[in-house]
């Protein structure tokens, strides 16, 4: 024993405190400082779109421009709405576009399943000729679509735009790639229990894939509702013409008025941005999930 001292037993654990990390001063990421710019670089655009479809004629023919005009005119939206049938536009591009997108859900939602989980002879080699398809331009495809759809009696009408687009390999590639992320345990408990493969796909797997859907249907419904070269080359009148190909008709041959036309490609994009508004949450998660799982 020491004398005048005692005896102090070391802790078998020091508890160690871990250092703080330094707090932000920005109370945003960094990487904000560069995607700020860049979005204000993709708005300018469509804001110059808006301003021009709110100035007058003159205005709009001014050269330099007039960036930030004294007063707003509304005028050019009455004038474009009368100058075409434009509610007849609109409801061709909504029986187009929402037809097209109803055959993509299902279609490509069969399709995918079978390259996700069901195996079969040759199925490797059969989706990476599908995904080559994805490198063969539109143009190339252009003439024998057309001499198929023409087959058919189809020209001319707003079936020969919806029936060669009801199924696309894009639309495959993104439903297989999400289908493989899901556990493959809840299919096999409900193939237990008696269940066929169709209906495992639409009470199990559809139901959990809402984020890809919904990231399909609206690429399927941008794309549908501004296609311009194949309703240019199937559609001959205006009675079955989409509201793309019935916004050439404001261009004149040799004088155009550039506020009309703007103001009628600001209601064209009307419907896509309340599109997108709605299925956003739903769009980022799939971008978020597809792909993860090979």
């Known amino acids: 024993m020491a004398t005048g001292q005692t005896a102090q ?78 509610a007849h536009y609109f409801l061709n591009s909504a029986i187009y576009s929402l037809s097209t997108v109803a055959g993509q859900l299902l279609f490509c939602s069969l399709a995918a399943y079978a390259f996700a989980r069901i195996r079969f002879f040759g199925r490797e080699v059969l989706f990476v000729v599908l995904l080559a398809t994805l490198m063969v331009p539109f143009q190339v495809l252009l003439i024998p679509t057309f001499l198929i759809v023409k087959k058919l009696g189809m020209v001319d009408s707003v079936g020969g735009l919806i029936v060669p687009n009801l199924c696309s390999a894009f639309g495959i590639f993104l ?20 269940a066929s493969r169709l209906a495992i796909l639409f009470k199990i797997v559809l139901p959990l894939s809402l984020p890809a859907l919904a990231t399909l249907g609206i690429i399927q419904f941008l794309w549908s509702w501004n296609d311009f070269l194949w309703p240019l080359v199937i ?8 509201i793309q190909l019935g916004l050439s008709t404001l261009q004149g041959g040799h004088f155009m008025e550039w506020n ?35």
């Open 175 to 194: 439903l297989r790639q999400f289908f493989r992320t899901l556990p493959i345990e809840l299919e096999e408990a409900a193939r237990i229990d008696g």
């Open 9 to 86: 037993a070391e802790p078998l654990f020091r508890l160690t405190v871990p250092p703080e990390k330094p707090r932000r001063r920005l109370p945003f990421s960094p990487w904000h400082l560069f995607l700020m710019p860049v979005a204000a670089v993709m708005l300018v655009p469509l804001l110059w779109m808006v301003i021009v479809s709110l100035e007058t004629a003159s205005q709009a023919q001014r050269f330099p421009p007039v960036l930030f005009p004294h007063s707003f005119h509304v005028q050019s939206y009455v004038d474009a709405w009368n100058a075409a049938p434009f």
């Open 235 to 242: 559609i001959n009148t205006d009675t079955h013409a989409p």
């Open 260 to 294: 009309v036309l703007m103001a009628g490609t600001v209601m064209s994009q009307i419907p896509i941005l309340l599109a997108f508004f709605f299925a956003q949450r739903w769009f980022i998660q799939s971008l978020a999930y597809t792909g993860i799982k090979q």
